[in-house]
């Protein structure tokens, strides 16, 4: 609840930035969130205070926000914060029970949306953890409702834990996925990675680059904080301990990566 509310404080901010007067930016945010009132709208489905809905803020769409969460995607109205669209994946109960076995707690082995794209209108891409196994979905809006037209593997766009910090953006253009994920179980092999969402899985695309694995000098452990697209290229921002820091114990700093966007 608190945190959708700061997530939209900080959007009102963004919005009224873009205000440029006479080439001053006016960094004042707009006063929305108290004439909504901090009231009880929106608390995801968290059955208890210690169980984690692992909110996350996908994408704004214009009078929308997506936010991932625990077995669902949901699409909240700006102007109300009422629930506008959800979209309920839950992994199979056998799923579950394999992600128990491997040592996993059951609040953990669900299924934590934490990428969505709008591919084309009425088309989006959303992908999960999956109780610890990385699945994707093609969404698509019919006159029955919106409806799953398609799965695929997920290892390499949505990390397997929840906690992780990741991000990523889709460029329609290219039908292309620019993903700072992990891409292992454990949670060790952090990765940057392109890759091409193919209409047949089974055409395994040659396009699809990432960054050299365990190489600490590459990525150390980092910590994802955003990717965004910026003329020519994407960037990625991120966290992590600076090498030169490691032998002097130091905080880790923030780092931001540049990496190219391929030509559209
Ligand atoms: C979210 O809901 C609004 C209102 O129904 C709709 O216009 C918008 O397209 C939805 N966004 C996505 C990404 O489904
Ligand atoms: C993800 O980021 C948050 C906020 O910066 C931080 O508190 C949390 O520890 C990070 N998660 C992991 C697994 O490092």
């Known amino acids: ?7 939209l404080l900080l959007f009102n901010v963004v919005r009224s930035s873009e205000a440029i007067t006479g080439g001053v930016v ?4 707009k006063q929305i969130i108290n004439s909504v009132g901090i009231g009880d709208r929106f608390g995801g489905i968290g059955t208890s205070s210690d169980e984690s809905d692992h909110f996350k803020l996908l994408a704004a769409d214009g009078d929308s926000l997506l936010v991932g969460a625990r077995n669902a995607v949901y699409n909240l109205s700006l102007s109300t914060l009422s629930v506008n669209h959800k979209i309920d994946w839950k992994p199979p109960a056998e799923h579950i029970e394999e992600c128990i076995m491997k040592g996993k707690s059951k ?11 709008r591919k084309s209108a009425g088309v989006s891409l ?3 953890t999956h109780a610890f196994s990385p699945k994707c979905r093609e969404y698509t809006v019919t006159e029955f409702g919106i409806r799953n ?18 991000s990523a953006l889709y460029v329609p253009g290219t039908n292309q996925l620019f993903v700072a994920t992990v891409t292992d179980f454990v949670g060790n092999d952090a990765l940057i990675y392109r890759k ?3 209409e047949t899985p089974s ?3 040659a396009a699809n680059i990432r960054t050299q694995s365990y190489d600490a000098r590459v990525l150390n452990a980092p910590n994802f904080v955003a990717t965004f697209a910026y003329k020519e290229h994407v960037y990625f921002w991120f966290r992590e301990i600076a090498s030169e820091a490691i032998d002097n114990n130091e905080e880790p700093q923030l780092s931001d990566l540049r990496t190219c966007r391929t030509s559209l």
Not at 1 to 7: A, C, H, P, S, V
Not at 26 to 29: A, D, G, H
Request: positive net charge; glycine residues 6%.
């Open 1 to 7: 609840m608190r945190r959708i509310l700061t997530l």
């Open 203 to 205: 055409s395994k695309s």
């Open 196 to 198: 091409t969402i193919d």
């Open 126 to 128: 959303v992908c999960g």
């Open 149 to 166: 037209t398609r799965q695929f593997d997920g290892q390499g766009i949505s990390p397997y834990d929840p906690k992780h910090n990741s």
């Open 26 to 29: 006016n960094l004042r945010p």
């Open 107 to 117: 609040t953990d082995c669900q299924n934590y949306i934490r990428v969505l794209a």
